[in-house]
């Protein structure tokens, strides 16, 4: 029985990583996309609305995410490549040995 449990608990990692790196990213970029959108004001989203500047920075902000989410990716497939791990002892993402 202890390997069922074995298996759910790792299909649930599978799971949780798929939605937060699968569907996690391209929504938190599709919401950048609407908030550029609405900073921008006009005819990006109903006439003669004005410009928002606090939907300029929530884009950036959410596609500044994206990239450090997209950069963290690549980081850890170099690293492992090169007999590496990545290690979140500290407040920032660190390489180690493994």
Avoid: Q
């Avoid at 990006?44 to 990239?67: D, I, N, S, W």
């Amino acid at each position: 029985m202890s390997n069922v449990g074995f298996a759910l608990e790792g299909a649930w990692k599978v799971l949780a990583a798929g939605l937060i790196l699968g569907a996690g990213l391209p929504a938190l970029f599709a919401l950048g996309i609407r908030a550029l959108a609405w900073g921008a004001g006009g005819d990006a989203e109903v006439p003669a609305a004005p410009p928002r500047p606090a939907g300029k920075v929530l884009a950036y902000g959410l596609f500044a995410v994206v990239v450090l989410g997209v950069l963290l990716g690549i980081t850890f497939i170099v690293a492992s490549g090169f007999g590496k791990t990545i290690s979140f002892d500290h407040l920032y993402p660190t390489i180690v040995d493994k």
